[in-house]
């Protein structure tokens, strides 16, 4: 996860805010591949943002897609199934993009979590 982008935001009540992730690692590496490969970086990146506030992948209650190439979603939506196996799944929005703030960006992601109730 980039240093260059506040990871997440605790906001109003028992959301969080995670920011746009891309596919970057924590030491800064592009995740090479496809967009299979890229969603999988996005998704540690999520569940690392998540973790200091004591939650996880199952927290999430939406998520908003920025694609590339709108080709790819059949990729990303597998890695979504491996990554987020609870039901129900989250809501979403799905936007194609002419470029993102890398050109070897595939996707970015950003995603709404509920804090867990304990």
Known sequence: MSERYSPSLV???PLIFVSGQVPEAPDGSVAEGDAAEQARQVFRNIA???APHGADLR???KLTYYLRHIADLDDVRAVLAESLVHRPRPAS???EVSGLVDPRYLLE???VATLPQD
């Open 48 to 50: 690392a943002a998540l």
């Open 59 to 61: 927290h999430v209650v």
């Open 11 to 13: 906001a109003h009540g």
């Open 109 to 111: 992601i950003d995603a």
């Open 93 to 95: 929005t799905l936007v």
